[in-house]
């Protein structure tokens, strides 16, 4: 019986080198300052959010960054011990707080921007201890009623693990100064400062494997669900 032919596979889309990178993912690098440790009980009070970028010889960097300050959300509790931490005032006359779901939408907007400039289909939250970041961001989101949330809702990239590997440090400031870096812990504990740092450790780590860059594989469309404002 003669073997017929299977029908030619069509060539791949080649995807832009962010997209192939991370299979669609947009990483995004976040963190929250917050009224305690319960997502549902205690408030956010401040985010930033850093999407990263990539160079002309495919090596990540910190791009743009978007910050707010936010207005406790009626009903929350604040744990006075957090804001001894964090410094927070959230009286003082030049915190300028939006409201919660007017931060969030300042920040989203930044980060599907940067979504859709690189051709990504979702962005992927990275946090030091990220699972925090996301808790909060995600209870904010459903508090607010926010539809267009450019985050995956359950998956991120954690330096904590990664700088565990890397330098066998999983403390922010330690592991920041393993990489190479400086910390000013007089800094320490704005979202921003936070943001800006952690951001600079998972380009460090990420950059030291540029084999892994680009599997063969990697012009295959990504398996991801769009982000709901893609249309």
């Not at 743009?64 to 001894?84: F, N, Q, R, W, Y």
């Not at 539809?147 to 999983?170: C, E, I, M, W």
Request: proline fraction near 10%; include cysteine; hydrophobic fraction near 45%.
């Amino acid at each position: 019986m003669p073997e017929i032919d299977a029908p030619a596979a069509a060539a791949p889309t080649a995807l832009p080198p962010m997209a192939r990178r991370f299979r669609g993912f947009l990483p995004v690098v976040v963190d929250v300052e917050t009224g305690g440790f319960d997502a549902r009980r205690h408030p956010l009070l401040e985010i930033a959010a850093i999407p990263l970028d990539l160079d002309a010889d495919g090596r990540l960097f910190p791009g743009e960054s978007a910050h707010a300050h936010v207005e406790p959300a009626p009903g929350m509790t604040i744990d006075p011990k957090s804001l001894e931490v964090t410094g927070i005032d959230i009286h003082h006359p030049f915190r300028f707080a939006k409201p919660e779901r007017d931060a969030l939408e300042h920040v989203f907007a930044h980060v599907r921007a940067a979504v859709r400039r690189h051709q990504c289909q979702r962005a992927i939250l990275v946090g030091h201890n990220a699972h925090f970041d996301l808790g909060f961001l995600n209870a904010a989101v459903e508090r607010s009623g926010h539809k267009r949330n450019p985050f995956h809702p359950f998956s991120v990239f954690d330096t904590v693990t990664l700088a565990g590997v890397a330098y066998g440090q999983t403390v922010l400031a330690r592991a920041v100064q393993a990489a190479g870096l400086t910390w000013d812990q007089s800094q320490a504990h704005s979202a921003l400062y936070d943001t800006t740092l952690t951001a600079q450790l998972f380009c460090r780590i990420a950059n030291a494997w540029p084999a892994m860059a680009a599997p063969a594989d990697t012009d295959a469309p990504a398996a991801l669900s769009p982000p709901p404002d893609a249309a």
